[in-house]
């Protein structure tokens, strides 16, 4: 089992950075697939980035070139930089982990089992 707790959100203006983390506990961190979400008022829960055991990662199209999804095996942190941020980047972002995700459905939601508390991001135009 892991816990996981995010930090780093903000209030940022258009085209700024913002540098989620995201603090596992747990001794098997290096074990779990790892996955970022977003969640804007009134919409679904979307998928953001994943980042496999491998360290390989994979991006929403809408966030492709401007987010990067980095872990710490070490530390038991992961990380999304991001940069050049848009208005329609406002939402509570949430980073999730499990183990034995497979890569054709780690942008899914119901393939982690274990979430963050999120930490609201918001971007002004």
């Known amino acids: 089992q892991v816990q996981l707790a995010e930090s780093g959100g903000g209030l940022v203006q258009s085209g700024g950075s913002l540098r989620l983390s995201c603090a596992a506990s747990?001794?098997?961190?290096?074990?779990?697939?790892l996955g970022w979400f977003r969640q804007a008022p009134g919409k679904e829960r979307e998928f953001v980035a994943a980042i496999r055991l491998s360290g390989g990662t994979s991006y929403a199209d809408s966030v492709k070139g401007r987010f990067t999804a980095s872990r710490d095996n070490v530390n038991a942190v992961v990380y999304l930089q991001m940069n050049s941020l848009k208005p329609e980047d406002t939402a509570v972002y949430y980073c999730?982990?499990?183990?034995?995700?497979?890569?054709?459905?780690?942008?899914?939601?119901?393939?982690?089992?274990?979430w963050g508390q999120g930490t609201q991001v918001t971007v002004s135009s």
């Open positions: 999730a982990a499990d183990r034995g995700v497979p890569a054709y459905r780690d942008f899914e939601a119901r393939s982690y089992a274990y």
């Open positions: 747990g001794r098997t961190f290096s074990f779990y697939s």
